[in-house]
């Protein structure tokens, strides 16, 4: 079934889950009613046909699968998108029936087994890999045709069939008695961009596809091509259902997609002060001595660092949250803990909670300022948080 080292990671997960309670060094909050506020808000650009897909690959993009999963289902989702077939139970395990796409590429019998036992939507890149489906599941007697999504290649160069060969691809899978077409699918490079030229051109030729499937009498059940930036900027690019990832957390895919719905972040990044100190004029802060105190200065030490996902390559960099009050972050971030210069926070003692990302007053850090400083996206920052920071859900 699962290989070892899934089993590992999902054993590795409960035991963080299990132990989150004595954990209380830093964790991630997070918002669930700003998660259904974006659902819905994102809801209302769509004709009530077309359906919207969460997609919580990557543990919900760091935010927790399950808490997620359950929240966007319940808020107007009717479809989860994942990456992994591991990801794709853990959803099942939780007791969600929602239907589950796998968007990444299956290809081995344990994979296959999985699918078919766990009632997964697997993605069909190739004529290849639908044929190493369908003889894996007639070897295991599957009593029922497996849903599957054709992937074509409109121009990501990423998973799929170039869509040329969509024609031969679709009547490949049709003749095979073990899969059943759910969907046919593609997905957009450029689609955060102001030019559309690109994103314009990969529409063109999914549509030019499917006419040629139509004009052999083939009509797909459902159409998809949309992510967040492309179901938020150009709503003939909804067909029948959208991916919808980052907006539902409540981050904008670019600036120029401000106006088109209204947005609530979703994750909060806390941390405790565990030590609070005087330091005087020369003293260096934090490995390296990259901070040297210009004078006399009060600190603070955080209970968070990289390996919680708070990017190293931020050190000096960041500011943080303390009273909404922003202060900077001072030395090389370390491993599990970085320091602030706290001179301007009177009384601040050990123990008193800081905001790393989000929202204290009128004041906001967001996972795109760090991505910024970093030459990154947002994505990227907010993937990138560990397990062991424990994930806490504010109904
Ligand atoms: C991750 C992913 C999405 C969601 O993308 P966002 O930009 O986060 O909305 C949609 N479709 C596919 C195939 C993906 O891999």
Same mark, same amino acid.
């Given at each position: 079934?699962?290989?070892?080292?899934?089993?590992?990671?999902?054993?590795?997960?409960?035991?963080?889950?299990?132990?989150?309670?004595?954990?209380?060094?830093? *964790?991630?909050?997070?918002? +669930?009613?700003?998660?259904?506020?974006?659902?819905?808000?994102?809801?209302?650009?769509?004709?009530?046909?077309?359906?919207?897909?969460?997609?919580?690959? =990557? !543990?919900?993009?760091?935010?927790?699968?399950?808490?997620?999963?359950?929240?966007?289902?319940?808020?107007?989702?009717? *479809?989860?998108?994942?990456?992994?077939?591991?990801?794709?139970?853990?959803?099942?395990?939780?007791?969600?029936? =929602?239907?589950?796409?796998?968007?990444?590429?299956?290809?081995?019998?344990?994979?296959?087994?999985?699918?078919?036992?766990?009632?997964?939507?697997?993605?069909?890149?190739?004529?290849?890999?639908?044929?190493?489906?369908?003889?894996?599941?007639?070897?295991?007697?599957?009593?029922?045709?497996?849903?599957?999504?054709?992937?074509?290649?409109?121009?990501?160069?990423?998973?799929?069939?170039?869509?040329?060969?969509?024609?031969?691809?679709?009547?490949?899978?049709?003749?095979?008695?073990?899969?059943?077409?759910?969907?046919?699918?593609?997905?957009?490079?450029?689609?955060?961009?102001? !030019?559309?030229?690109?994103?314009?051109?990969?529409?063109?030729?999914?549509?030019?596809?499917?006419?040629?499937?139509?004009?052999?009498?083939?009509?797909?059940?459902?159409?998809?091509? =949309?992510?967040?930036? =492309?179901?938020?900027?150009?709503?003939?690019?909804?067909?029948?259902?959208?991916?919808?990832?980052?907006?539902?957390?409540?981050?904008?895919?670019?600036?120029?997609?401000?106006?088109?719905?209204?947005?609530?972040?979703?994750?909060?990044?806390?941390?405790?002060?565990?030590?609070?100190?005087?330091?005087?004029?020369?003293?260096?802060?934090?490995?390296?001595?990259?901070?040297?105190?210009?004078?006399?200065?009060?600190?603070?030490?955080?209970?968070?660092?990289?390996?919680?996902?708070?990017?190293?390559?931020?050190?000096?960099?960041?500011?943080?949250?303390?009273?909404?009050?922003?202060?900077?972050?001072?030395?090389?971030?370390?491993? !599990?803990?970085?320091?602030?210069?706290?001179?301007?926070?009177?009384?601040?003692?050990?123990?008193?909670?800081?905001?790393?990302?989000?929202?204290?007053?009128?004041?906001? +850090?967001?996972?795109?300022? *760090?991505?910024?400083?970093?030459?990154? +996206?947002?994505?990227?920052?907010?993937?990138?948080?560990?397990?062991?920071?424990?994930?806490?859900?504010?109904?």
């Amino acid at each position: 079934m699962l290989s070892h080292q899934e089993t590992q990671n999902l054993a590795a997960q409960r035991h963080y889950d299990t132990y989150a309670w004595c954990s209380q060094r830093a *964790w991630i909050e997070i918002d +669930i009613a700003a998660l259904s506020h974006n659902v819905r808000h994102l809801r209302r650009l769509l004709s009530p046909r077309t359906q919207l897909m969460a997609v919580v690959k =990557a !543990d919900a993009y760091g935010h927790g699968a399950i808490t997620v999963a359950q929240a966007a289902l319940e808020a107007g989702a009717s *479809w989860l998108g994942v990456a992994t077939v591991p990801e794709g139970i853990q959803l099942r395990e939780s007791g969600i029936d =929602a239907p589950i796409l796998i968007l990444g590429a299956t290809h081995t019998k344990e994979q296959i087994q999985a699918i078919a036992e766990w009632q997964l939507q697997p993605t069909l890149c190739s004529p290849q890999q639908a044929l190493i489906f369908s003889t894996a599941l007639e070897t295991i007697k599957n009593p029922f045709p497996l849903p599957v999504h054709i992937k074509l290649d409109t121009g990501m160069s990423r998973l799929g069939t170039d869509w040329e060969q969509a024609a031969e691809f679709v009547q490949l899978v049709q003749g095979l008695p073990q899969l059943q077409i759910a969907s046919i699918y593609s997905h957009l490079a450029t689609a955060d961009s102001e !030019d559309t030229t690109v994103m314009k051109q990969q529409q063109a030729r999914f549509e030019s596809a499917i006419a040629q499937l139509k004009a052999l009498g083939i009509t797909a059940p459902c159409l998809h091509l =949309a992510n967040s930036a =492309a179901t938020m900027g150009d709503r003939s690019l909804h067909y029948d259902m959208v991916r919808v990832g980052l907006a539902i957390y409540g981050l904008y895919p670019a600036p120029h997609l401000h106006h088109t719905v209204n947005l609530r972040s979703v994750l909060q990044v806390k941390a405790r002060v565990t030590q609070v100190k005087t330091i005087t004029a020369g003293t260096g802060v934090s490995y390296g001595h990259t901070f040297v105190a210009p004078n006399t200065m009060r600190i603070a030490v955080l209970g968070i660092g990289y390996a919680d996902g708070v990017p190293r390559n931020l050190s000096n960099q960041i500011q943080v949250l303390v009273r909404g009050q922003k202060v900077a972050q001072i030395g090389n971030i370390t491993m !599990d803990q970085m320091m602030l210069d706290v001179s301007n926070i009177p009384d601040i003692q050990a123990g008193e909670v800081v905001t790393l990302l989000g929202k204290e007053g009128e004041s906001e +850090i967001s996972a795109n300022d *760090w991505a910024e400083k970093l030459n990154t +996206i947002s994505w990227e920052i907010l993937s990138g948080f560990k397990h062991r920071l424990p994930r806490v859900a504010l109904m």
